[in-house]
């Protein structure tokens, strides 16, 4: 929740050109992440929580993508990326962790 956080802060600093694009498919990418988590976990099965998880995982990557794109268009720059980076990071390690976790207990 904290990263959907800064990536709202972030993208207040985006383009308005980019407001239907770029910002849009950042914030989206942010939310998906905990959403689909939250979903997985409510579903109370193992296989339907894992595949949430899986998909969570792949908004992670998505959100790494456009933060480069960001990046690459310099509508921010390595200083703002740079802590977002760091928790993305952190929190690939968490959910791949959670991932390997409910794949070993699921037989």
Do not use: W
């Not at 960001?70 to 928790?87: D, G, R, T, Y």
């Amino acid at each position: 929740m904290q990263l959907v956080q800064e990536i709202y802060k972030l993208t207040i600093e985006y383009p308005r050109e980019e407001l239907y694009n770029l910002t849009s498919q950042t914030k989206r990418a942010a939310v998906s992440v905990p959403s689909n988590i939250a979903e997985g976990i409510g579903r109370n099965h193992k296989k339907d929580t894992i595949q949430f998880l899986y998909v969570a995982r792949g908004s992670l990557y998505e959100l790494q993508t456009l933060l480069e794109v960001a990046l690459m268009n310099s509508i921010i720059n390595h200083a703002q990326v740079e802590p977002i980076n760091k928790m993305l990071v952190q929190n690939l390690k968490v959910l791949n962790g959670f991932i390997n976790f409910m794949e070993r207990s699921q037989s």
